[in-house]
Every structure is written in C-alpha cells, then in structure tokens.
C-alpha cells in the first residue's frame, strides 16, 4: 500500500484490486480519497469505489462511524483512508440503502459490533443473501433513530419509499449537514428498484416531506462525487472543484425534489395519453430548469413508473 497527504487532512490512499480467478484482468489499485468537510471538525467526506462515504470521528467513546461502506472489496482502501486521520476502529456503520455501491462493503469489516439500517434495508439485504449474514444490519428501525450526544450527535430518518422501500438520511443538526444518499444522488433522473420496494410514484412526496424536515441543514451530501482519474502517468490527480462534487445545499435539495416531482408528472401524463414507455423517456416535457440535468436512468426509470402505474390500473396516485 502506498498513501500520500494532499493537503491537511486530505489523503489519498491506494489498494491493489485483486482481480477475479481466470479473468485475465491486471490487478487495478484501489483508490478511497479523504477530505475533511470543516477543518475545525471531525467529520470526513470519502470517495471512490462506489457511493459517497462519510466517516464520523467519535473520540468520547473512542471510535469512528462508517455512513455507507462502497462496494464489495473495498474495505481495505476505505479503512486505510480513515487511518490517515486517526487510529480509532470502526465501531458502527449505518447502512442507509440495500444497493451494493452503499452497502456492499459492510462484510469488509466482520469485527464492527453494531451495523445500524432501516428494518426494510435489513429484509431486502437478508433476501439478497447479502454475504450469509456477514454484514448484516444488527440494529433495524421503522422511522427515527439516534446516536451519539451534543456536537456529534446523529439522526436517521425514514420518509417513505423511493429509490427503495428502505432508504435514509443521516442528519449531523449540529454540523448542518445531511446525507441523502441513494435519495439524491445526483442532479440526474433518479434510479427506481422495484424488487427492493422502491417506487417512482412516491418518490416525489418522500422527498419533499425530507426536504421540508431539514430544516437548519446548510450542507446537503449526495451519493455521486467526484471519480478519480489520472494525468501524465503519474497517478490519481486531486482537482479542488471536482473534490468538492456531491456537496449542495438545502435550496439543491428542494430543486431535485421538484425536478422529481415534474418527471413523474410527464411520464403519468405520457402514460395517460397511450404512448409507449421508450417513446415517453426520448421526449419527456420537462421545464427549462432542469435542462442540464443528466438522463442516464430515464428510460429505465419511466418503464418502472409505467409498470408501476399499470399494477395500479392506470390510476396513479
């Protein structure tokens, strides 16, 4: 392993990648980057190897909290990145979706004692076979739950469904900040999964009840950051605006929720008017607003709001 520091409490830290047995593939470094989101505090912002990564650094009761864990395999490079800032192990890690760019790093970490998710995230995890157990949320809850005490204090919510039936966010009130996770990714049509209880037609309320419950939150973390890449051989390149990808505010929050909110009313009236799902997705009438916003999932989202509408009778809701 090598790491290097970038800047104060900035570190990359690079893993080699293992590569499947008899895939041919030359092994590939693992690379987790680590920025602190206030210099004065000891909250981190991790990325690489899947979904946005916040690390909270608990010194009263001596150890760190893991907001998601990445993707499968990545453990070590998302460890070896929190050991650039402190000596503390993981002691929790909470869970805030089933999908593996969030969850699939848990059974990374077989010694965390408490793994924390929302009680439909536990089930859609144990259906999958997530690890036989390994990894598995230990601690399940319905709608709220907390942890730790005054700065450090944490708050999960549940809002209802969308991307899944299980999806959180994490609130740090006295650091202002929110992670959202799987429910705003990123300012692009939102991914739907069916087959874990998410759906297209709640989408909008549940991300306007959490918009609305936010309240005080002046840093909004999405689940998309920055990809690392590389310049002139020499290795991953830490670029200051693309470091600072995945983080918006409160007043970006309210405008993903209206751009969700105008998606699935195009695509209910496309639906309402007979025209076919891929033909709904090339040309959906959206406000100018929203013209730069990506469309990467748009046609797989507009067929699982159809097949949702038509599990409804065409009613909506």
Request: hydrophobic share 40%; proline share 6%.
């Amino acid at each position: 392993m090598r790491c290097r520091v970038v800047q104060v409490l900035l570190a990359a830290c690079l893993l080699p990648a293992v590569p499947d047995a008899g895939s041919g593939q030359t092994p590939q470094e693992r690379v987790v980057e680590i920025d602190t989101l206030n210099v004065r505090d000891v909250l981190y912002h991790l990325w690489g190897g899947g979904a946005n990564t916040l690390a909270l650094i608990d010194e009263i009761n001596g150890g760190v909290v893991l907001v998601d864990t990445k993707r499968a395999g990545w453990g070590g490079a998302l460890r070896a990145a929190v050991e650039q800032v402190t000596d503390l192990p993981v002691t929790t890690i909470i869970t805030t979706t089933a999908h593996p760019d969030h969850a699939g790093g848990n059974a990374d970490f077989p010694g965390v004692p408490l793994i924390i998710a929302h009680e439909n995230t536990r089930s859609n995890l144990e259906r999958a076979g997530a690890g036989a157990g390994a990894g598995l949320p230990t601690t399940a809850f319905a709608d709220r739950h907390a942890l730790l005490e005054d700065l450090d204090r944490i708050e999960l919510h549940h809002f209802g469904p969308a991307y899944t039936d299980g999806d959180i966010v994490v609130v740090f009130p006295e650091k202002q900040t929110a992670y959202l996770g799987a429910l705003f990714p990123e300012k692009a049509a939102p991914a739907i999964d069916p087959a874990n209880g998410g759906s297209g037609l709640e989408y909008p309320e549940t991300l306007a009840r959490a918009a609305a419950a936010l309240e005080g939150v002046t840093r909004v973390i999405t689940a998309r950051g920055p990809r690392p890449y590389t310049y002139a051989g020499r290795g991953p390149r830490i670029d200051v605006e693309r470091r600072t990808a995945g983080r918006m505010n409160l007043e970006d929050l309210e405008e993903y929720a209206g751009f969700v909110r105008a998606f699935v009313d195009a695509v209910e009236a496309a639906f309402r008017a007979g025209r076919g799902a891929a033909e709904a997705a090339a040309d959906l009438q959206l406000p100018a607003i929203y013209a730069d916003y990506g469309t990467e999932h748009a046609q797989a989202t507009v067929e699982a709001i159809y097949a949702e509408l038509e599990r409804a009778g065409g009613s909506g809701r």
